[in-house]
């Protein structure tokens, strides 16, 4: 008989094994027990048991295989449980908020979408918006469904463990509390997880996305400023106190360089963000937004002489921002999300031109450019990643600990002390709405 502290290892092994087999089929979809097997380096009997125990618990499910033609018994597929366990994700960009139920193994299955309003700090605001949809997609879940977590992604500068934004600086917020008062007015029982949005957009790519089997990537996310996450070793380069890949804060024209909102000159996002692209092609100050940037790419496409300009010399200011990132970090990658989606393609001559005369000749050999894969979900994605934490570090704790009224449903009582809907705020049914438009206060 084993002793108890042999007993109390074995348990622990067990667990671990059962999250890392979890992790394998959430992130890569169905596998089947041999390829688990061979991935994990555990017998078939192992497998075998911790899949039964996983399938209880409504994790996984298993199936028979589709015919190889292989001779033999096949082996079984072992699928992750999208519909029955879920996270809430949420993502808070400069001009919309989204709200999503995204089930194991990372699909979307129901989301929300609502405009925001550049107008100033909104804290109150955008948590009513953001709490009311988590609260729809909560209810519109299957019966039976466990939501397993809360995930969001925040376009600032987050303090890691609770979630404070320490520094917005596109709205001006400082020291805002939105992890805390987004998992209160929710009011699932759940803890809401908070990173900064290119971090999670990096891991994302880097998951799920063009960075998929590459350790060393680095992200770079525009939205009316730039981001970024940078990937070394297959983790997160965090910095000392969490706040580090301020890549649109790197200066790259000191000398006559844009103002930028830090209160520097010349910064990476300075020169490349939206007003220095909006700016460079002439269009008016009351012009701002995702669909001004594009009209500027789809003008540059088209032929237009000032839209061509703006791009190349947007493209020539991203090129030596790159080209510093790659002689850095000796990245395999380089991925442009969020606007920059938008801009790299008519801006790739520039940036490829500043690599070739920048970048060491060793470090530009292997490294690929891209457009983020996941497109604008990339840090909604990550977010969700950061609700299933938890789960996939431990899932037989996490659903024991999971009770009826704790994760499992929201009240559904009118009222229950938060704000009227304002009509069908349903991405699907077609109606954005504005975050601190009527009724959300």
Not at 368 to 385: K, N, P, Q, S, Y
Request: hydrophobic content about 40%; aromatic content about 4%; proline content about 5%.
């Amino acid at each position: 008989m084993p002793t108890p502290e042999v007993g109390l290892v074995q348990e622990e092994i067990r667990r671990r094994n059962a999250g890392t087999l979890l992790r394998h089929v959430h992130l890569h979809g169905p596998l089947s027990r041999a390829e688990l097997g061979e991935r994990m380096g555990l017998n078939r009997s192992t497998i075998m048991a911790l899949t039964t125990e996983l399938s209880r618990l409504d994790l996984v499910g298993e199936e028979s295989p589709v015919d190889t033609g292989r001779a033999g018994r096949p082996s079984l597929v072992v699928r992750p449980a999208s519909k029955s366990c879920y996270v809430l994700a949420f993502d808070v960009a400069v001009d919309r908020v989204v709200a999503a139920r995204v089930g194991l193994g990372g699909r979307i299955l129901d989301r929300r979408e609502a405009v925001r309003p550049r107008a100033g700090p909104d804290l109150h605001d955008v948590v009513a918006v953001l709490a009311r949809f988590g609260r729809q997609l909560h209810r519109a879940a299957p019966p039976g469904a466990r939501c397993v977590g809360v995930g969001a992604s925040y376009c600032g500068m987050i303090r890691p463990g609770d979630g404070m934004v320490r520094y917005g600086p596109d709205l001006g917020w400082v020291d805002q509390a939105f992890g805390d008062e987004l998992g209160r007015r929710l009011g699932i029982g759940l803890p809401v997880t908070v990173g900064n949005e290119a971090h999670l957009g990096a891991q994302a790519e880097q998951q799920r996305g063009a960075g998929v089997g590459l350790d060393d990537l680095v992200y770079l996310h525009g939205d009316v400023g730039v981001g970024g996450g940078i990937i070394v070793g297959g983790r997160l380069l965090g910095g000392d106190s969490g706040y580090g890949c301020e890549l649109g804060h790197m200066v790259v024209n000191p000398y006559d360089g844009r103002p930028c909102g830090c209160g520097s000159y010349g910064c990476l996002e300075a020169e490349v963000g939206e007003r220095a692209l909006l700016d460079a092609a002439g269009r008016p100050a009351e012009l701002f937004g995702r669909a001004a940037v594009r009209s500027v790419a789809d003008d540059a496409d088209r032929g237009d002489p000032a839209a061509r300009e703006a791009l190349r010399r947007i493209g020539d200011w991203l090129g030596i921002g790159v080209a510093n990132l790659i002689n850095l970090f000796n990245p395999g990658l380089v991925v442009f999300g969020g606007m920059l989606c938008d801009l790299y393609p008519g801006a790739a001559a520039q940036v490829r031109g500043r690599i070739a005369r920048h970048v060491l000749p060793v470090a530009r050999e292997t490294v690929r450019l891209r457009i983020a894969a996941l497109g604008d979900d990339a840090t909604l994605v990550g977010a969700a990643e950061l609700g299933f934490a938890r789960l996939l570090d431990d899932p037989l704790a996490v659903l024991t600990a999971l009770t009826p009224g704790a994760g499992w449903r929201v009240d559904v009582r009118a009222g229950a002390g938060f704000p009227p809907a304002a009509g069908n705020l349903s991405r699907a049914a077609g109606a954005d709405d504005a975050v601190g438009g009527g009724g959300m206060g």
